[in-house]
């Protein structure tokens, strides 16, 4: 979630990680980093090797060397893309390593059983003596960078040691940085991930991958106005990318540009008439519109579309809760869990739900199974000190958002501690926390006053 803006319990329904681009994403999926489920990798099904030819002429002058060629294997087991990102230095030799790769053929690789693309590496040695053209063990460092198998850190350090090489070409640099950018992101490095973005984008100035990920790691900082200037210049090159509108509908929501995140989801759901996450989506701008029934009848759309998923159902009961209707919350964070028992955002949920009530009891047992099931999110300790605050536990509170702000700076997490603080007669470092959440977000308050929670 971005820095900043907690939208209160909207945490709990989006995020720039989590499900936007799951949704929107292509049917034929990439192997990613660290990939869950069964993976079974890209092999050969050409057995009669590498037709490489060593271009006479090249001979003929002398012409020797390596040729480090990346490429994708497509879901349906064709090449595609290939590249040369160390270069021999001879065009003619690369173009052969070139045409040496275009003609292999593979059995795809597969995630839990469904056709993926991966991304694979092949060097060929050129050498005069004797006359050979022949492919050659990999380079580690490219391997590293490129396969999604390696670890965070390898991928890094390899993606730097093939940066540093003098025989990088310019599409071996933009490719290493942008697989790198993709790893720093994973770790939650967005500051060297804007960096790498930048440089990309410094090359290749309509990149429109980079621009899109260098708009994430803009939001992710809390960088929302550049964020939307990026995606708009995605939107600029690629006007239907559904992506970038929905992206850019959620910079605009932070931004307060309310009209424009809705225009952009209108725009969205001409293009895809059938994805729940544009109803899912557009039912919170109208909320912030303080227009209720439109937002129930979107949240209500986005369940008829998408009816397993649980952050639907969460949604519709927040705005159910919200408007004091916990008969209504109740049942949908009941459908919530029967449909995924193990969601901590579904006691998550049900815990605030008990507290808006006023039933703290039940309130701070399921807040506690919320933490039980999810010990890392950050969003289950932030419900239990509002509940712990209601309780009047006020050191409890401080301890929970103690380790929330370990993680990262929000605005309504900083405000309730500074409240608590104040509860125990530490004026100046209350007040210094109400401050630092005001100057963060002017509205960090205001989805406590739904618990009665007041300066």
């Excluded at 709990?12 to 989590?18: D, E, I, N, V």
């Excluded at 001979?59 to 480090?68: F, S």
């Excluded at 992506?243 to 809705?262: G, K, P, T």
């Excluded at 919200?322 to 579904?346: C, P, Q, T, V, W």
């Amino acid at each position: 979630m971005p820095a900043g803006r907690r939208q209160g319990n909207k945490m709990m329904f989006r995020s720039w990680s989590t499900i936007a681009v799951l949704a929107l994403a292509l049917s034929a999926a990439a192997l990613p980093a660290c990939a869950a489920g069964k993976v079974e990798y890209a092999v050969r099904t050409d057995t009669r090797g590498d037709a490489v030819i060593y271009p006479p002429a090249a001979r003929l002058n002398g012409e020797e060397g390596g040729v480090d060629v990346v490429f994708l294997v497509g879901a349906d087991g064709a090449v595609t893309d290939p590249a040369v990102w160390l270069s021999s230095g001879y065009p003619r030799l690369d173009a052969a390593a070139l045409d040496a790769v275009r003609a292999r053929q593979y059995r795809p690789a597969t995630m839990d059983g469904k056709p993926a693309t991966q991304w694979k590496t092949a060097v060929f040695e050129f050498r005069i003596e004797g006359a050979t053209a022949a492919e050659a063990p990999a380079r580690a460092a490219v391997e590293n960078c490129i396969l999604f198998d390696a670890d965070a850190a390898a991928q890094v350090a390899g993606c730097g040691e093939v940066l540093a090489l003098p025989s990088l070409t310019p599409r071996g640099r933009l490719g290493a940085l942008q697989k790198r950018a993709i790893v720093y992101q994973r770790l939650g490095r967005f500051g060297d991930a804007l960096a790498d973005h930048s440089a990309i984008l410094a090359i290749a100035p309509t990149d429109t991958a980079s621009l899109a990920g260098r708009a994430r790691d803009h939001a992710v900082l809390g960088e929302y106005a550049a964020a939307a200037d990026d995606l708009t210049q995605v939107l600029n090159l690629k006007p239907d990318d559904q992506n970038a509108l929905y992206r850019r509908a959620e910079v605009f929501q932070e931004l307060r540009r309310l009209d424009d995140a809705s225009s952009d989801l209108d725009r969205l759901a001409l293009l895809a008439p059938a994805n729940p996450l544009v109803p899912f989506m557009h039912s919170q701008v109208r909320d912030e519109q303080n227009r209720y029934d439109d937002a129930l009848r979107e949240a209500t759309e986005a369940i008829r579309l998408g009816p397993d998923v649980p952050a639907y159902l969460r949604l519709r009961a927040w705005l159910y809760r919200r408007h004091r209707d916990f008969a209504s919350a109740f049942a949908d964070i009941e459908r919530a869990i029967a449909l995924k028992a193990g969601d901590s955002y579904n006691f998550d949920m049900r815990c605030l739900t008990y507290a808006a009530q006023g039933d703290l009891k039940a309130a701070i047992a399921d807040c506690d199974k919320a933490i039980t099931l999810a010990p890392e999110r950050t969003e289950n300790r932030d419900a239990r000190a509002i509940v712990y605050f209601l309780m009047g536990k006020y050191a409890l509170v401080i301890a929970d958002e103690d380790a929330v702000l370990a993680h990262a700076p929000y605005a309504q997490t900083r405000y309730l501690r500074g409240l608590a603080k104040l509860k125990l007669g530490d004026k100046a470092q209350g007040r210094a926390d109400l401050a630092a959440a005001l100057q963060i977000d002017m509205r960090a308050a205001d989805d406590l006053a739904e618990f009665g929670i007041k300066p």
